[in-house]
């Protein structure tokens, strides 16, 4: 089975020899192809800023790249940017692929339905010590196992050196040869797949990093200054010569769910997304991924979205998602964190006041900012009404690479948060209505950080190092220069090798106690909750306080069910009326009697299931 997306710019491989070249120039007015090092060749203009060349003798594994040959760049050499692959990094000639030489398992794969999602948010080169696709390949039974039933990887388009997020990729068709090859990774999702595990992707569609992205030597309107974004002139989505942006990164998207096979895209940072057209490029991105590939399988597309904007989230009358699938629920991690860690400030000290209803408004509500002023913003509205919503469009979580590596010292939530509290939270987290996500290690409190690093050009690191310091210096525990000094150099190579996951640990205490807490946690929704998920709508859930830390909420599940949590996230016991049903789980700290007696002590959890439709 061979899978292949037709672009109308790169290189695409023609049936029978031979490779079409295409390039969007508008700022030169002449290329020139550069071929496997020997060659320079005039590419053909037809208007409207396109270059082509179709050459019989190229094929794949052809070097290229494009030459300007006039302009304030002329002589400059330039990577593909829609390059499949690009061997020698970001500054190097591009690689020809032939997408149609892989061929993936005769398989019936067709993905899963969203409600089924248990997410596991991994990076490639920390995952495990290899440190690419291959690595995870290893890793796949022990994920199955565990109750994983979706990976979601951090950008891999190719970033500039050997380590990085992600987020600074400049060639997002091309997977970072530090990771391996393309059909390495495509290897990866044919893998996922025979295991039942879908895949999904984080894009980058708000900005591209600041070392490498070369669309500014000869399409300058690939950006629009009238849109200023802290990476400077926004992506040109919307005003004169939008058009090829806009396909370019819609290509992009259904690239990488039809040649890669992909279950899904996660649609990085939305808000910093300037476009005043209609449709948005949100809108139109979706539309074609849900009127397209959507057609034939199940694709899920995830949003992260500080704006809160709930009518991304809309579903048709078939309940099926319209512009984005879910998006990641900020506002969930930010209450369970100042919950669990007791710490409130930046943007915390919008959760530090009524936590316990801010928490009911997330679990029965979706967003916990609903067109509420936010005092961390100056009093900025924030957030639409989300109660509509099926808990299936928000993504939970008490960790992610955000929340753990914008930390100083990236330290996860078990190195703030007491045993207790992590039983606690993670048992509200993985039997809730909503999709769970977990990121790679949280399962088994790994001791490893995840800290922010890079790997940039002497110049560029320099500046980078200097203002991840100086980013800290508003907070009191970093006032000191000398304290400063002492939060990891992004660039530096030990930065990097202190975040890669020690699997030898798992055999170890606490490790092992707290990996037979998730696989347990993970067989009950398994077993109990994803059953009956479909057609939920939005539950005609109703949370009731109990205490400023403890609270309860029930949901009616899609088969007329009702599921039932009581939560204590309080240092002090409390009493309540005893919930009905059959228990499910209970924290270590609950015995039954207490359970009986409707009493709750400090971080204990109790979820019951009353599977008759009750009166």
């Known amino acids: 089975m061979k899978h292949h997306h037709s672009m109308p710019f790169g290189a695409e491989p023609i049936e029978g020899g031979g490779v079409s070249f295409r390039l969007w120039a508008p700022g030169v007015g002449a290329v020139a192809l550069k071929l496997d090092e020997a060659r320079e060749l005039p590419m053909m203009s037809p208007g409207t800023g396109w270059f082509e060349l179709t050459l019989p003798t190229a094929g794949a594994g052809s070097r290229y790249q494009f030459r300007l040959q006039d302009g304030p760049n002329e002589g400059m050499l330039v990577p593909d940017p829609a390059s499949r692959y690009n061997p020698d990094d970001i500054h190097g000639p591009s690689e020809v692929i032939d997408p149609v030489a892989f061929e993936w398992p005769d398989e019936e794969w067709r993905g899963r339905p969203w409600e089924e999602a248990v997410i596991y948010e991994l990076h490639i080169g920390t995952f495990t010590p290899a440190g690419n696709f291959d690595g995870v390949i290893e890793r796949l039974d022990y994920l199955a196992e565990l109750g994983v039933t979706a990976l979601e990887i951090m950008p891999v388009a190719d970033f500039p050196g050997r380590h990085n997020w992600g987020y600074d990729g400049v060639l997002p068709f091309a997977p970072d040869a530090a990771y391996g090859r393309p059909e390495d990774f495509k290897r990866l999702v044919a893998a996922s797949h025979e295991r039942g595990l879908m895949v999904l992707l984080d894009v980058v569609y708000n900005h591209f990093g600041p070392e490498g992205n070369y669309l500014h030597a000869y399409a300058p309107t690939f950006f629009n200054a009238q849109h200023e974004t802290p990476w400077g002139a926004a992506i040109n989505f919307d005003g004169e010569g939008s058009r090829p942006v806009r396909d370019f990164f819609i290509h992009n998207a259904l690239y990488w769910l039809e040649e890669y096979q992909l279950d899904g895209l996660r649609l990085d940072a939305i808000h910093a997304i300037c476009d005043d057209g209609s449709p948005d490029i949100v809108e139109e991105l979706g539309a074609a991924v849900r009127d397209g590939p959507g057609s034939e399988r199940q694709i899920h597309l995830i949003l992260e979205n500080d704006r809160n904007q709930a ?80 808990p299936a469009a928000f993504v939970d979580f008490l960790q992610t690479h955000d929340q753990i590596g914008n930390r100083a010292f990236g330290e996860r939530l078990c190195h703030l948060a007491s045993p207790n509290a992590m039983e606690a939270v993670t048992a509200l987290l993985l039997l809730a209505p909503q999709p769970p996500m977990l990121f790679m290690g949280e399962e088994f409190a790994a001791a490893q950080p995840f800290l922010f690093f890079c790997d940039f050009g002497p110049e560029l690191a320099r500046a980078v190092t200097e203002g991840r310091r100086r980013e800290f210096s508003r907070f009191a525990r970093f006032s000191d220069p000398a304290a400063r000094e002492r939060i990891p150099d992004p660039n530096a190579e030990a930065t990097f090798t202190a975040c890669v996951l020690d699997w030898d640990s798992l055999a170890n205490a606490p490790h092992h106690t707290v990996l037979e807490l998730h696989r347990r946690l993970l067989s009950l929704r398994r077993q109990w909750i994803v059953p009956r998920l479909a057609g939920m709508d939005n539950g005609a859930a109703k949370f009731e306080l109990l205490s400023q830390r403890a609270l309860s909420v029930i949901w009616r599940l899609g088969d007329g069910s009702q599921l039932t949590l009581v939560a204590n996230l309080g240092e002090e016991a409390i009493e309540t009326v005893p919930p009905t049903g059959t228990l499910l789980f209970a924290t270590s700290r609950l015995d039954n009697s207490s359970l009986a007696a409707g009493q709750m002590p400090a971080w204990s959890v109790a979820w019951h299931l009353q599977s008759e439709n009750p009166s």
């Open 311 to 390: 009518r991304y989230l809309t579903r048709d009358k078939t309940r099926r998602w319209r512009y984005g699938t879910a998006q990641w629920n900020d506002d969930i991690h930010h209450v369970l964190h100042v919950l669990a860690s007791n710490e409130s400030d930046g943007y915390y000290a919008d959760y530090a006041t009524e936590p316990a209803r801010l928490l009911g408004r997330c679990l029965a509500e979706g967003f916990a900012y609903q067109g509420d002023a936010s005092a961390f913003r100056d009093g900025e509205v924030r957030g639409e009404p989300s109660a509509h919503l099926p």
